[in-house]
T-cell receptor, first 115, second 110 residues
Framework: DQQVKQNSPSLSVQEGRISILNCDYTNSMFDYFLWYKKYPAEGPTFLISISSIKDKNEDGRFTVFLNKSAKHLSLHIVPSQPGDSAVYFCAASGDSGGSNYKLTFGKGTLLTVNP | NAGVTQTPKFRVLKTGQSMTLLCAQDMNHEYMYWYRQDPGMGLRLIHYSVGEGTTAKGEVPDGYNVSRLKKQNFLLGLESAAPSQTSVYFC?????????FGPGTRLTVL
């Protein structure tokens, strides 16, 4: 049973527009959420995170929104740039017996930003 | 500060051969992890370690063994490689929840 779902395998946007990547989760024990970015032939790199006590976290062009009641989070990238083209993974933690060290990942969304 | 490094970057094995993948981190992290990434499957946890001398099974542990003899190193072993183990393997380390990944090892088993 997939506990973290990224239902869109791919997303294509124009440069300068907003990119919105979505993630849903089913485990109500999750209380910390992260987004990772992955370029081809490289390891995933941490992008931004949010705790369940917040509903929004912003870092430059990247904002993550959390809707706990809907068990949904989204990553907004504004404005999108061609260098943002990558696979984005949503991850969640909090179900490791009170510790947050284990992450559960979604399958990823390939974002393509067209010039 | 090299972060997380993995050795080797690429490897081709024949079915039944064995090999060890090495992961090293210089961030003094307690937690270390091994994942595999397959097309359409995301990142799946193979084994992890919460400290030197400890290891635990993840989501897909079968066919793999691990050891954490030193805090900075986490080894992943394949005793008898199978074509189903063709994948990209990522090592990661963390202080608590934010994991930092290595560049990956692309393994092909023929």
């Amino acid at each position: 049973d997939q506990q973290v779902k990224q239902n869109s395998p791919s997303l294509s946007v124009q440069e300068g527009r907003i990119s919105i990547l979505n993630c849903d989760y089913t485990n109500s024990m999750f209380d910390y959420f992260l987004w990772y970015k992955k370029y081809p032939a490289e390891g995933p790199t941490f992008l931004i995170s949010i705790s369940s006590i917040k509903d929004k976290n912003e870092d430059g062009r990247f904002t993550v929104f959390l809707n706990k009641s809907a068990k949904h989070l989204s990553l907004h990238i504004v404005p999108s740039q061609p260098g943002d083209s990558a696979v984005y993974f949503c991850a969640a933690s909090g179900d490791s017996g009170g510790s947050n060290y284990k992450l559960t990942f979604g399958k990823g969304t390939l974002l393509t930003v067209n010039p | 500060n090299a972060g997380v490094t993995q050795t080797p970057k690429f490897r081709v094995l024949k079915t039944g051969q064995s090999m060890t993948l090495l992961c090293a981190q210089d961030m003094n992290h307690e937690y270390m992890y091994w994942y595999r990434q397959d097309p359409g499957m995301g990142l799946r946890l193979i084994h992890y370690s919460v400290g030197e001398g400890t290891t635990a099974k993840g989501e897909v542990p079968d066919g793999y063994n691990v050891s954490r003899l030193k805090k900075q190193n986490f080894l992943l072993g394949l005793e008898s490689a199978a074509p189903s183990q063709t994948s990209v393997y990522f090592c990661a380390s963390s202080y608590i929840d934010t994991q930092y990944f290595g560049p990956g090892t692309r393994l092909t088993v023929l």
